[in-house]
């Protein structure tokens, strides 16, 4: 079964852009997607968008659509976020998820912290 | 739009917790649950409405389709004190309730 291992804590200044990375070790990501997750502090989870490193597509929501990209790097089986424009509000826990079958997530990482402040 | 109710429920050890989920839309059986405990991430307890994922016990039960789902979870355990989601995936965005969260009586 894959595990998925996050990069560490990040602090940004509000309008730079940080990039999480998310390396899947017991597999290949050639039958995942991977999505990724957003969590603000005491509050619920969102959906980002999703890699399908197999195709090389990316499928983002629109809320963060022009501000995120999602990628993957096959021979490392490592997937990342990038989040662009940062403000004080993108403060939150980002999780990276494999998806088993489209949209269901069954393997999460343990979660990267970003703190955006001036 | 995912709904959650209740925000909070408060249950004694060994008791039964029911908690609903209702869709703005139909999403068939296309709904997932997950358990949150803090500081952890999530973990997948149900998919396709009413399937169990692996390794998760017997006492979590879904059920439902369409817009109306249901948790259940029959004599909680200590380790069953947490925050439960529903998810959609029918539909893009993927979108989750804001949670439900059980704590103790």
């Known amino acids: 079964q894959v595990q998925l291992v996050q990069s560490g804590a990040e602090v940004k200044k509000p309008g730079s852009s940080v990039k999480v990375s998310c390396k899947a070790s017991g597999g290949t990501l050639d039958n995942y997607a991977i999505s990724w997750v957003r969590q603000a502090p005491g509050q619920g989870l969102e959906w980002m968008g999703n890699v399908m490193a197999i195709f090389g597509t990316s499928n983002y929501a629109q809320k963060f659509q022009g501000r995120v990209t999602i990628t993957a790097d096959e021979s490392t089986t490592t997937a990342y976020l990038e989040l662009s424009g940062l403000r004080s509000d993108d403060t939150a826990v980002f999780y990276c998820?494999?998806?088993?079958?489209?949209?269901?997530?069954?393997?999460w990482g343990q979660g990267t912290l970003v703190t955006v402040s001036s | 739009v995912m709904t959650q109710s209740p925000a909070t429920l408060s249950v004694s050890p060994g008791e039964g917790a029911t908690l609903s989920c209702r869709a703005s839309?139909?999403?068939?059986?296309?709904l997932a649950w997950y358990q949150q405990r803090p500081g952890q991430a999530p973990r997948l307890l149900i998919y396709g409405a009413s399937t169990r994922a692996t390794g998760i016990p017997a006492r979590f039960s879904g059920s439902g389709s369409g817009t109306e789902f249901t948790l259940t979870i029959s004599s909680l355990q200590s380790e069953d004190f947490a925050v439960y989601y529903c998810q959609q995936y029918d539909n893009w965005p993927r979108t989750f309730g804001q949670g439900s969260k059980v704590e103790i009586k």
């Open positions: 839309q139909s999403v068939s059986s296309y």
């Open positions: 998820a494999t998806e088993f079958s489209t949209g269901i997530f069954d393997q």
